[in-house]
């Protein structure tokens, strides 16, 4: 899946939830269907939540920058981290 392809996914989202630790708390719960994170967010913050991804076997996407992922969001500032709760 592209980039582009990935943000607008992001962007008609049902709902969601951005940041480390809300999305670590949708995977904990089994409610994530998807992970999208950053390529250039420090390793410490994106492994936790692709190892626990990995895990539950939760699909993982990238996108290239924190500012693309936080506009993908809806947000005004950058995100390391989301999940799709719900299409």
Do not use: H, W
């Amino acid at each position: 899946m592209s980039d582009d392809e990935l943000a607008v996914r992001i962007a008609q989202a049902r709902r969601k939830v951005v940041g480390t630790k809300q999305t670590l708390k949708a995977l904990e719960s089994g409610e994530a269907v998807l992970v999208i994170l950053a390529r250039d967010a420090e390793e410490k913050v994106t492994a936790p939540v692709a190892f626990l991804a990995g895990n539950r076997g939760v699909e993982i996407g990238y996108l290239e920058t924190m500012s693309v992922l936080g506009k993908s969001c809806g947000i005004k500032v950058n995100a390391a981290t989301a999940a799709i709760i719900e299409f």
